[in-house]
């Protein structure tokens, strides 16, 4: 377990930004860094929302980013806060 430095997770969206510009959107400065373990980099989203888009059509791009930006073969993982909408 291994908390990354705080340049890694701008690499990583700057990467996506670059590369990736058509999947890219304003919200993704919301998203937080969690910790790299096992070799997932765990991507703290505001809510459900944000993670099933990430997941269904960013997954490759993010994992793609994150390889690039800490030097070793990783993926991601989603991982939704709360919604705050009606319940």
Same mark, same amino acid.
């Given at each position: ?13 700057? %990467?996506? =930004?670059?590369?990736? /510009? +058509? ?7 919301? &998203? ?24 269904? %059509?960013? =997954?490759?791009?993010? /994992? +793609? ?7 070793? &073969? ?14």
């Amino acid at each position: 377990m291994s908390a990354p430095t705080p340049t890694v997770w701008s690499d990583i969206v700057e %990467h996506v =930004r670059l590369n990736y /510009s +058509e999947l890219a959107r304003g919200w993704f400065t919301d &998203l937080r860094l969690g910790e790299i373990d096992q070799g997932v980099v765990h991507v703290h989203t505001m809510n459900r929302a944000q993670a099933d888009y990430l997941e269904q %059509h960013c =997954r490759r791009a993010f /994992s +793609e980013a994150s390889q690039a930006a800490t030097g070793r &073969l990783v993926t991601v993982a989603f991982e939704p806060g709360e919604d705050t909408g009606p319940g």
